[in-house]
């Protein structure tokens, strides 16, 4: 743990259960991604991809929530920011043209597969950098 | 893949999961018995992953295979991992990180049981 200087404020609180739940998703999407495009790319081309894309986020939305430093804030606001956008593009595109994604991502329909924590994450992780970047401008 | 084993795991990590939250209401901070009871449920899920290779070598063999593997290698790091995090800091809501390994230890059984029940 580092000492909590200006713009290196270590992850605590809250932070830390967003990291875990991070983790969790980031191990969950690369290993699926990675069992996916090595058993059977040809099938589903796009949504496999999709799927490793959406792992490589999760990996760097937890780092970037777990590191100190305003580079890594900057990197888990980009990725939280790429997240809400990812499962709101794809979720609705899953829903609107099912033969595009005929086997699921994470973030088809939203995250529905996942209890739809795919869709509340990005919110929570932007909600806490923004918290976070407040604190720091007030201290 | 047994069944009630996957029902004892599931029963164990919740209670797990229970006990995280109450000592977070409680505003406790996890201690060595929380240790003791995550070391119960890692045992659980141990003799889940037995199991699970023992089915895989005796057959028959779920359909997804490699996705099978896959949770069976990733089943018995989840509470050490999230033990781990919580005890690098120990304040109130930093607690809350054992319910997140216990649940997702739970998802992990149940969706173990649902893979393998999937046979060739």
């Given at each position: 743990m580092s000492a909590a200087g200006p713009g290196a404020r270590r992850t605590s609180g809250l932070g830390r259960v967003l990291v875990a739940l991070?983790?969790?998703?980031?191990?969950a999407a690369v290993s699926r991604a990675s069992v996916q495009i090595a058993t059977r790319f040809g099938e589903a081309p796009l949504a496999y991809a999709l799927s490793a894309f959406a792992?490589?986020?999760?990996?760097?939305?937890?780092?970037?929530?777990?590191?100190?430093?305003?580079?890594?804030?900057?990197?888990?606001?980009?990725?939280?920011t790429v997240e809400l956008l990812g499962v709101l593009t794809v979720?609705?595109?899953?829903?609107?043209d099912?033969?595009?994604f005929p086997d699921s991502t994470v973030w088809s329909a939203y995250g529905r597969g996942y209890g739809f924590v795919p869709l509340v994450l990005p919110v929570l992780g932007l909600v806490y950098l923004r918290s976070g970047s407040r604190r720091s401008r007030a201290a | 893949m047994s069944g009630t084993l996957v029902a004892v795991v599931c029963g164990l990590a919740a209670v797990m999961?229970?006990?995280?939250?109450?000592?977070?209401?409680?505003?406790?901070?996890?201690g060595r018995a929380h240790l003791v009871g995550l070391a119960v449920v890692e045992l659980a899920v141990l003799a889940l992953v037995v199991d699970g290779v023992a089915t895989l070598v005796?057959?028959?063999?779920?359909?997804?295979?490699?996705?099978?593997?896959?949770?069976?290698?990733?089943?018995?790091?989840?509470?050490?991992?999230?033990?781990?995090?919580?005890?690098?800091?120990?304040?109130?809501p930093?607690?809350?990180?054992?319910?997140?390994?216990?649940?997702?230890?739970?998802?992990?059984?149940?969706?173990?049981?649902?893979?393998?029940?999937v046979t060739r």
């Open positions: 991070y983790a969790v998703f980031a191990v792992g490589l986020v999760y990996v760097l939305a937890t780092l970037g929530l777990a590191r100190t430093g305003s580079g890594w804030r900057r990197a888990a606001w980009a990725a939280c979720g609705t595109l899953s829903l609107a099912a033969r595009a | 999961g229970g006990w995280a939250v109450v000592t977070v209401a409680r505003d406790r901070r996890v005796g057959g028959p063999r779920p359909v997804e295979l490699a996705t099978s593997i896959a949770y069976l290698v990733v089943a018995p790091l989840v509470l050490p991992a999230g033990a781990f995090w919580t005890l690098a800091e120990r304040s109130r930093s607690t809350l990180v054992l319910l997140v390994a216990c649940l997702a230890v739970v998802v992990i059984a149940y969706r173990a049981l649902e893979l393998f029940q």
